[in-house]
Antibody, heavy 122, light 108 residues
């Protein structure tokens, strides 16, 4: 069965960076792109970006452009999301979410990781 | 960016009742590329519907979706105890992908 297992909770100081991993199993990794979605306290879900793991192409939301980097390691069936220049507003749960396709554009998400809580506090 | 507005914010209902949730877009959603998710406390969202009206695998047929352009709905024909949750719509027709603010369906 499809599983997306994310790395554990992180506590970071303002200005630092965080890198969250998402290990996929139960399907052919290259057949689906991967997205990252943030859920900040009291806020709506926010799409951060997408990677086509078959060719490494990425797309990022403008609101995160320049601060977020999504990469993948096909040998490890793992996708990574790194967010830099953290502020308290980056506190939230970060989810990886499998895209239904592997294409030139993100679509919708059929499987989600369990979420990683990132807390930014001085 | 397309802003999705969900209404109402909260619904208080009893098991067995029928409910319709609304999701309105600030611009037309290309190709009705709209999905619905269910989220329960402490869990990740779960895909319910895509393409406005197609049920995801394993989703019971009491869930149905409708709409096009800027107005979309999710209907649950008879609420089961496990359906009390938060529901989000998401559009994937334009970048950036965006989500609605959610509708909470709670037990009356």
């Amino acid at each position: 069965q499809v599983q997306l297992v994310q790395s554990g909770a992180e506590v970071k100081k303002p200005g630092a960076s965080v890198k969250v991993s998402c290990k996929a199993s139960g399907y052919t990794f290259r057949n689906n792109a991967m997205n990252w979605v943030r859920q900040a306290p009291g806020q709506r879900l926010e799409w951060m970006g997408w990677i086509n793991v078959a060719n490494g192409n990425t797309k990022y939301a403008q609101s995160f452009q320049g601060r977020v980097t999504i990469t993948s390691d096909t040998s490890a069936n793992t996708v990574y999301m790194e967010l830099s220049s953290l502020t308290s507003e980056d506190t939230g749960i970060y989810y990886c979410a499998r895209d239904v396709f592997s294409s030139a554009w993100p679509y919708y998400f059929d499987f989600w990781g369990q979420g990683t809580l990132v807390t930014v506090s001085s | 960016e397309i802003v999705l507005t969900q209404s109402p914010g909260t619904l208080s209902l009893s098991p067995g009742e029928r409910v319709t949730l609304s999701c309105r877009a600030s611009q037309s959603v290309t190709n009705s590329y709209l999905a619905w998710y269910q989220q329960k406390p402490g869990q990740a969202p779960r895909l319910l519907m895509y393409g406005a009206s197609s049920r995801a695998p394993g989703i019971p047929d009491r869930f149905s979706g409708n709409g096009s352009g800027t107005d979309f709905t999710l209907t649950i024909s008879r609420l089961e105890p496990e359906d009390f949750a938060l529901y989000y719509c998401q559009q994937y027709g334009s970048s950036p992908l965006t989500f609605g603010g959610g509708t909470k369906v709670e037990i009356k």
